[in-house]
């Protein structure tokens, strides 16, 4: 077996048996730092299809993340007030149906985005994905209807078959399956000819525009892809958070699901897992120490990106091999 | 002999002191300590801590984390708190969304929330809990006194608020008292700096007064831009926009500006005049009202935790109601609804020993509760 | 609407414009030069304005503070080229995105250590305090002129330095070929920073004029600095042509929308409704207006060579 093959696996393992030590020994808070990391690395798995597969620096993707919450969180509230939605659809509370609708919104407005986004490369692309994610964040403050900038609270956590989700151990678990589901989606289109073809556009364009393989239509589909496994994070950490607000769309957001596939390693399949991993905690330990905890966490990021290239899973497993 | 008597005396001194001794009170205080809204949350923080250090009580431990200003952050904080740090009682957040956020996770885990500042309509109508209680004012207090007073002094007001829920409140309960013709309304965007747009259309609404909802940031922008303007029209606004927080920030630009307010600096009675100097020998500057709405919160919780014990939540919540504090603001109490009931008075900014600071006009409301009371049935 | 609100509306516009017009070029400079994304330089224009109003504060003038906050993020700029920025050259977007995403972290945090965290008072130079008459009988505040005409002079300042000066021919090689006139022997680690340091200067300038309109206060350059980027993309980046008319255009449609928006839809909707909808749309106008410009054109109004 590979080195970072094992490492890997020794990630997922750590990752899926905390929880459980935690549980055992009664400390339900580190279930829910568990989660977290698990939702926000799904959320950096579906950027890193564009990012790290396709070379789509996405600044905008907090809109999929925040567009994924508000969908479970409206859909939610509808299912509470019983009053129809537009067109004259009922909300819902079930987990799967608010994937489903989160999915097919998010397509939908990548598909959107991605048409008019990825006519432009290099950083015209991160600023038009940027400036369409403040569209969505301005509007999603200004509109009334769901809350504005006080955001949507979500009364009772959705619901998932035969599974009593408000038990954080549960909920854990529902976020751990998505995550691997995540990652073996990510890992087999990686390996398709799909796969193959995106990563070849990312190193040389012209080249393949020259053997007869338009570049616009795989990259769309790269595009969409990771904005749909984005909104279902987001419609998980709505549930984990019990509450959706504007400050799911924000650039700080953005930034924030970047900045995790760099902590672990871009292009590696586990890297945004290493990195939502080491932002948690960080972001927890730092917090506990000082109220100064955004400049240390600076410094270390700072240090990350100059002095340990490959990010955690780089100085764990060696660098890549460009194949 | 001796020896055996001083054991006894010891052992007697123990047992008495076990029996006075209260149960410990694990507080958690979530509020804003970085980033560009850290100045009320500051305030937030010295002005609890410093009820709870006047206290005395030993028993009473905090824990102070910094929010950053982010929902999501707060949610996470207040779950680690109750969670991890097994704390009973949680305050401190400053901003409404935030709050909006947090608490019904915290009362669904049957632990108390006392607001310290945010207070949104939502919490204080159909949607109040019993552990739910609110120290400051409900959010519409301030803006409909400003309506009551603008009846007396002006015709014809153009009113502003920031776009999000809480501006749109404020203009509500502005209305909801204001009987003149309200010439323009406008929503500005939230976090916005320059005014330069706005104060061209106050200028030419022909209104004899503008209503201006701008905390913060936003409120010294406009203020100094107002008054480089030329445009004479007199401003008000609720207190938040000339709080002892903004006010050396706005400069002169602020001098004479009327606003509405449950306290100020200048409030005559004994407990203010005693906090007053303490807060300023404690941090060396003046308070702000968020000082003294999460002094009051620390007041409330020491003087419940003397009379019932926190492990019995509901005892501790019904000595909490009685409000049996000395309020620097004067006369404090708690409506059905948990939210307060108090005096609201009009201030205006002026300068005391070089140091600007509101002073008190007028009372415009005596026992002024709030409009959602009524749909509050917990 | 009078014609003396449409002219002070325009004015407003320009003047916004003329803002985003100097954090802008030192933007566009930095990567049509070096090729870095730099969303740090929000936080110089933090520096500008904190140095003008704590030097105005201790000197009591605030000339004083623009020069202190010239100087200040001047120095600044050039510490993290030196330290940071140099390394990041030759990486690619990605990692100048976290690093100097990483810096604003940094400098907001260092920034409440030195000075706390209420905000700091700037106010307006005495002799530029005031409203005057325009023609048409329009109020202006005389500080807003000034900016104007600030802003004026640095432009045509740039545009001398670029198109006159030798550094200027250094900087104009250094956007075409850069390994070529390193190979031609010129210093290209001191021009990095000097150029790095130049834009940096603007930006400071920036804060410190902004900085007596509103509130000196941390976290004040990230609005701005979103702003600045929408405009160097409409421009066309690399070009300060491009970054002047971008700014003008986006500073006027900003202001233009803010004003007319809620007017047009109290048309057809009751006040209150138009104010929040209007609203609403300004607030997103000027990012529906980057989509329409980069869906026609991809690199913006003003490509620079590629």
New interface residues.
């Given amino acids: 077996m590979k080195r970072e093959t094992i490492i890997n696996l020794v990630l997922a393992a750590l990752l899926l048996a905390v929880p459980f030590i935690a549980q055992a020994m009664g400390q339900t808070f580190t279930i829910t730092l568990a989660t977290r990391i698990a939702i926000l690395a799904l959320a950096a798995t579906g950027l890193n299809i564009a990012l790290g597969l396709g070379g789509l620096v996405s600044f905008g993707h907090a809109a999929f993340f925040g567009v994924g919450g508000y969908v479970a969180g409206i859909l939610s509230a509808h299912a509470f007030s019983g009053e129809p939605m537009v067109l004259g659809f009922e909300g819902t509370r079930q987990m799967l149906i608010v994937w489903l609708v989160a999915i097919t919104a998010a397509g939908l407005l990548g598909l959107l985005i991605g048409v008019i986004s990825l006519r432009t490369s290099g950083v015209y692309f991160i600023m038009i994905t940027l400036a369409f994610a403040q569209m969505v964040y301005y509007f999603a403050i200004s509109w009334p209807a769901y809350g504005g900038e006080d955001g949507l609270s979500i009364a009772v956590r959705n619901q998932f078959p035969g599974v009593n989700s408000m038990r954080p151990l549960n909920f854990f678990l529902i976020c751990y399956g998505v995550l691997i589901v995540g990652l073996v989606l990510s890992a087999l289109i990686k390996a398709s000819r799909f796969g193959a073809a995106l990563q070849a556009v990312r190193q040389n364009e012209v080249r393949v525009a020259s053997i007869g393989i338009s570049p616009m239509p795989i990259r769309l589909t790269a595009f969409v892809i990771s904005a749909m496994l984005t909104a279902v994070a987001g419609a998980l950490f709505a549930d984990l958070n019990r509450f959706v607000s504007p400050s799911m769309l924000s650039w700080h957001m953005s930034g924030e699901l970047i900045v995790l596939i760099i902590l672990g390693g871009t292009g590696r399949l586990m890297g945004p897992v290493a990195g939502a991993a080491l932002y948690v905690i960080l972001e927890y330990l730092l917090g506990g120490l000082t109220e100064r905890w955004q400049f240390f966490l600076g410094l270390i990021l700072l240090g990350t990106v100059l002095f340990a290239r490959g990010g955690v899973i780089g100085l764990l497993a060696g660098k890549v091999r460009h194949g | 002999m001796k020896t055996i008597l001083k054991a006894a005396t010891l052992a007697l001194a123990l047992g008495s002191s076990s029996l006075a001794m209260a149960e410990p009170i694990k507080i958690g205080l979530i509020t804003t ?4 809204g ?2 009320l ?2 305030d937030t923080r010295d002005g609890f801590m410093l009820a709870i250090k006047q206290s005395g009580n030993k028993d009473i431990t905090v824990i ?3 929010d ?1 200003q ?3 952050l707060a ?3 207040a ?2 708190m109750i ?2 740090d097994q704390v009973d009682i949680l305050t401190g957040i400053v901003w ?2 935030l709050l ?2 947090v608490v ?2 915290v009362v669904a885990q049957e632990k108390l929330y006392i607001s310290t500042n945010a207070a ?1 309509a939502a919490l204080a109508g159909e949607k109040c809990d019993p552990l739910y209680f609110n120290a400051a004012y409900q959010n519409d207090n301030l803006h409909e006194a400003m309506g009551e007073y603008a009846n007396k002094v002006y015709k014809k007001m153009f009113i502003m608020a920031p ?4 501006g ?1 409140d404020s203009l509500t309960g502005f209305k909801r008292y204001f009987k003149g013709d309200v010439s ?8 916005q ?2 005014y ?3 104060i ?2 106050i ?2 609404s022909g209104a004899d007064g503008v209503f201006a909802f701008l905390p ?2 936003m409120g ?2 406009f203020m ?2 107002y008054a ?4 004479k029209i007199p401003v008000i606004g609720p207190g938040f926009s000339f709080s002892q ?2 006010l ?5 630009a602020a001098l004479g500006a009327k606003a509405s307010g449950q306290w100020a600096k200048d409030l005559d009675n004994a407990a203010n005049k005693k906090f007053v100097p303490a807060f300023q020998a404690e941090y060396g500057r003046l308070p702000s009202i968020y000082a003294v709405q999460a002094y009051d919160a620390g007041q409330l919780i020491v003087a419940a935790a003397a009379k019932a014990s926190i492990k019995d939540t509901a005892a501790f919540a019904a000595e909490l109601k009685k409000a049996d504090i000395q309020s620097p603001r004067g006369k404090f109490k708690f409506n059905t609804n948990r939210h307060p009931i108090q005096d609201i008075y009009v201030t205006e900014v002026v300068k005391d020993n070089g140091v600007l600071t509101n002073k008190i006009v007028e009372k415009i409301f005596t026992d002024h509760g709030d409009a959602y009371a009524k749909d509050c049935k917990k | 609407m009078t014609f003396a609100l449409a002219i002070e509306q325009l004015l407003n516009g320009v003047q916004l414009g003329v803002m985003l017009f100097l954090m802008a070029a030192g933007l566009t400079l930095i990567f049509g030069v070096m090729g870095l994304i730099n969303l740090a330089h929000g936080s110089l224009y933090m520096v500008g304005a904190f140095a003008c109003a704590s030097v105005a504060a201790w000197t009591g003038s605030f000339w004083l503070g623009v020069i202190a906050s010239l100087a200040a993020a001047a120095a600044a700029g050039a510490i993290i080229e030196i330290t940071v920025i140099r390394r990041l050259y030759d990486r690619d977007h990605l990692d100048q995105v976290l690093a100097t995403f990483a810096l604003i972290l940094i400098f907001s945090e260092g920034t409440r250590w030195l000075f706390g965290s209420f905000p700091l008072y700037l106010d307006i130079p005495a002799a530029l305090q005031g409203a005057m008459e325009l023609p048409g009988g329009a109020q202006y505040p005389v500080y807003r002129l000034a900016i104007i005409v600030t802003g004026a002079l640095v432009a045509l300042g740039l545009y001398l330095l670029i198109s006159k000066t030798r550094l200027g021919m250094r900087i104009r090689a250094g956007e075409s070929d850069r390994e070529m006139i390193a190979a031609l022997g010129v210093d290209i680690r001191t021009l990095y920073t000097l150029v790095f340091a130049l834009g940096a200067a603007l930006a400071g300038l920036a804060g410190a004029m902004v900085g007596a309109l509103q509130s000196v206060q941390v976290g004040m350059g990230e609005p701005v600095l979103i702003l600045a980027f929408v405009v160097i993309i409409i421009g066309g980046i690399g070009s300060i042509k491009g970054a002047l008319i971008g700014a003008l255009l986006v500073g006027v449609v900003d202001t233009m929308g803010r004003f007319l928006l809620p007017q047009v839809f109290a048309l057809v909707v009751p006040p209150a409704q138009a104010g929040l909808i209007g609203g609403s749309l300004a607030s997103m106008l000027i990012y529906i207006l980057m989509a329409i410009i980069l869906a026609v054109k991809p690199r913006g109004l003003f490509p620079a060579q590629a």
Avoid: C, F, H, W
């Fill in positions: 300590l970085s980033g560009g850290a100045g949350g500051v102070t984390e910094d950053a982010k929902p999501e949610v996470q904080i779950d680690k969670q991890s409404s969304n909006m956020a019904p996770g949104p776009n999000y829920p809480a749109k323009k309304e406008i929503y500005t965007q939230v976090g700096t320059d330069a747009a706005e061209a259309q200028r030419a913060g940031g010294i922008a100094k831009q480089q303007s030329g445009v927080d903004v050396p920030a706005i400069g002169d």
